[in-house]
């Protein structure tokens, strides 16, 4: 039986979710405050395509780059946390926004990636997965 003073697995679970996606939104706004800082220019938040979800679109110069933000430890925890499909899901996503705004078509499209983590500045990696 369970105690009633517990929350049921269901439960927890949707606290859990509702945490992360807390800490993720948090994630995305430091990381577009912090691309802002270096020069970028934000052009959109978790912008949903039929390929998937891009965190964050930036501009800087010719560069069109599609952000994926992790929240981890270390640099190489988040490099780590984004697959090989996934890179090519959203670089495929970019240049698929990038295809269909005629403002957008003639900027080459680079996967960038921000680390955040707790207590320390963001870290930005341009072309994070080069040659991956």
């Known amino acids: 039986m369970r105690r009633p003073d517990l929350p049921s697995a269901p439960q927890a679970r949707q606290a859990r979710g509702a945490l992360a996606r807390r800490t993720g939104r948090r994630a995305e706004a430091w990381a577009a405050a912090w691309l802002m800082l270096k020069g970028y220019r934000i052009l959109g938040f978790r912008l949903r395509t039929r390929l998937g979800e891009i965190d ?11 952000v994926e933000v992790k929240s981890r430890t270390t640099l190489d925890d988040a490099l780590a946390a984004v697959s090989a499909e996934q890179r090519d899901r959203l670089r495929r996503a970019g240049e698929a926004v990038a295809g269909g705004r005629p403002a957008l078509k003639t900027l080459a499209v680079r996967l960038d990636l921000v680390a955040v ?10 072309d994070a997965w080069r040659g991956a």
């Open 117 to 126: 983590a707790p207590g320390r500045l963001p870290q930005h990696r341009p």
């Open 56 to 66: 964050l679109l930036a501009q800087k110069g010719g560069v069109l780059a599609v």
